[in-house]
């Protein structure tokens, strides 16, 4: 499993988020930026290096501050374990936070 760790402040305004997970997981330069292109990319990760763990420090702020990003992150992290299942696949994300 490969396991990152991030400070929800981060994660909070759009343009940093998607600059987090493209540095992050090596996205390729023509990355979307938006929760379809995450999906993808992530999914395309997952597949090709493992499972990810990623512990959000300071979720609740990243809540408070932009509650779309959080959620997003949420449901799309929930797609991508529920279409790896779905085959008969394990899931690929483990979100790890509190608020």
């Known amino acids: 499993m ?3 760790r991030v400070d929800g402040n981060i994660l ?3 343009e940093k988020f998607h600059d987090f997970f493209a540095k992050t997981f090596d996205f390729p330069h023509y990355y979307g930026r938006n929760m379809d292109a995450w999906n993808d990319c992530m999914s395309d990760y997952c597949y090709s290096d493992g499972m990810v763990s ?3 420090d300071n979720a ?3 809540k408070e501050r932009n509650p779309e ?3 997003a992150l949420i449901e799309c992290s929930a797609f991508i374990n529920w ?3 779905d085959k008969g696949g394990d ?3 483990v979100l790890s936070f509190y608020v």
């Open 2 to 4: 490969i396991k990152h």
């Open 12 to 14: 909070a305004d759009w």
């Open 54 to 56: 990623l512990h959000i």
């Open 60 to 62: 609740r702020d990243l």
């Open 69 to 71: 990003a959080f959620d």
């Open 83 to 85: 279409r790896s299942t």
């Open 91 to 93: 899931p690929l994300i």
